[in-house]
């Protein structure tokens, strides 16, 4: 799963967004003062309460008080993610939210829009990509490389960040894919209707310019840009968010045929030891094992 976030602000504001909404947000802290943790989806996803602190945020930003993960996915799913989704036997709609209070939920959405408000800040779409396993096992047939698996989402989503409203200059910053530092020929591809003009490239950062489109477009790539942005990081969560949610369908619908199994988070040893435990079931469903298994 990948996702973006957007958010506007004024031109005179501080480049820190943190800092812009610090009455309403917050990066990892141990002391409970009511703001909004928005942070990289490792620090916030730890602990049994993890889940919780990931759909606070990403819903009082979608300002999604009570929902559904359909409704949920029809406002952030774009590409072929949901015709995907619903192929899958395990893929059912269920309410949102799954984990956290609705008091608490309506407590931070109410104090961030109170932020956002006084700082002329508007938060945009969340855009989010998810990569079943049926469709990353064929675009790894086409790719042969992981890489190029997920160059296609992270395409779809910058050519999504053209359509955000206005004409003002949009500055996108990405997490550094792996340990690339050439980003010209991606970007070629996600902005077919402009040139592309490198203005560095190194370990430490990756910056471009596209040029020959209807608005100008910056974008950067460094390592850890989610301790750097709180777009990127929101944007994070957002992706940890919706992965959570589809594993929880997916271990649900499994605890149904095999009883006793248990639970996944779906990562490396121990998902090794799930398929084993259900790849008798599969055959007897009839589905097939390239559906349950990536190929890399």
Known sequence: VLASTSCHVPDDAPACIWTILEKAVCKRTKRKDGRLLIDDSKKVNQGIDGLA???????????????????YLETVAIGQTIADLN???????LALPVEIDHSALLATTGRLIEATTTADVRFGPIH??????PRFNLLLDEWRLKSGVLA??????????????GDDAVHIAVDKLGGRN??????????????????????????????????????????????SHLNVALASMAAKYLREVLMLQFNRYWEKRVPGIKPTAGYPVDAARFFAEIRTT???DGTHERAVWRAK
């Open 128 to 133: 989010t990509v998810a990569i079943p396993t």
């Open 282 to 284: 599969i055959a007897a």
């Open 182 to 227: 050439y980003y010209a020929p991606l970007l070629n591809e996600a902005f077919a209707g402009g040139w592309v003009r490198v203005l560095r490239e190194s370990a430490e950062m990756c910056q471009y310019v596209i040029e020959g489109l209807s608005r100008p477009v910056f974008i950067q790539f460094e390592p850890r840009a989610d301790g």
């Open 53 to 71: 602190r990931l759909e606070q945020g990403v819903l009082s930003v979608l300002n999604l008080q009570s929902t559904t993960l359909r409704h």
């Open 87 to 93: 192929s899958e036997h395990w893929h059912a709609d």
């Open 152 to 165: 296609t989402g992270v395409i779809a989503l910058l050519q999504a960040a053209l359509k955000l409203p």
